[in-house]
């Protein structure tokens, strides 16, 4: 098992910039992927490996993680991203999943 | 494209037992492992089981080991998840999503299927 830790809530306005983290022990050794899920909808893959875009993800998303804590930015945020966000590492065989971050768009 | 149409779920009985399928198209099924995971309502997501491209290698979470068994037909491109013994604690959301050969993360995911459990 292996526990990762989201916010569960961020707000930002349009056009302003809002990071998204997730919190894990040594979290760095580990290749974090983050989920975009919108009500309704299935996740799609924002990011991997870190900080890799899959073909499709606009610029304006970002990634990082050192230390305990991976990051997800979003520069330039548009109301589009409002949605639920998830961050996911491999422990072994098995995929862990944080609980999940609300990104609400003022 | 990358397509992944899920099918089965729906009402069953606490002990039931109910298959879910996936039908992949658009890639070389055999290339990909794939896998389940499941969302419980207003909850977040569960990793439950994997399959190897070939079939011979499975995982199961805790949750579910020796009450689900996860499989694939290759010649038809269609991933399984036959799931019996079900409990409250099973009725979610459940989704088939494939692994990417590179960075091991689910680059495409099925629409889901719900599954309700209730007596």
């Known amino acids: 098992s292996y526990d990762l830790t989201q916010p569960p809530a961020v707000s930002v306005s349009p056009g302003q910039t809002v990071t998204i983290s997730c919190s894990g022990d040594n979290l760095a050794e580990k290749f974090v992927s983050w989920y975009q899920q919108r009500p309704g909808q299935s996740p799609v893959l924002v990011m991997f490996e870190d900080s890799t875009r899959p073909s499709g993800i606009p610029e304006r998303f970002s990634g990082s993680n050192s230390g305990n804590t991976a990051t997800l930015t979003i520069s330039g945020t548009q109301a589009m991203d409002e949605a639920d966000y998830f961050c996911q590492v491999w422990d072994d065989t098995s995929a862990f999943f944080a609980g999940g971050t609300k990104l609400t768009v003022l | 494209e990358v397509r992944l149409v899920q099918s089965g779920g729906g009402l069953v009985q606490p002990g039931g037992s109910l298959r879910l399928s996936c039908a992949a198209s658009?890639?070389?099924?055999?290339?990909?492992?794939l896998h389940w995971v499941r969302q419980a309502p207003g909850q977040g997501l569960e990793h439950i089981s994997v399959i190897s491209g070939n079939g011979h290698s499975t995982f199961y979470a805790n949750s579910v080991k020796g009450r689900f068994v996860i499989s694939r037909d290759n010649p038809h491109n269609t991933l399984y998840l036959q799931m019996g013994g079900l409990t409250f604690e099973d009725a979610a959301v459940y989704y088939c999503?494939?692994?990417?050969?590179?960075?091991?993360?689910?680059?495409?995911w099925g629409r889901g299927t719900l599954v309700t459990v209730s007596s």
């Open positions: 658009g890639f070389t099924f055999s290339n990909f492992a």
């Open positions: 999503a494939r692994e990417m050969l590179r960075g091991a993360s689910f680059d495409s």
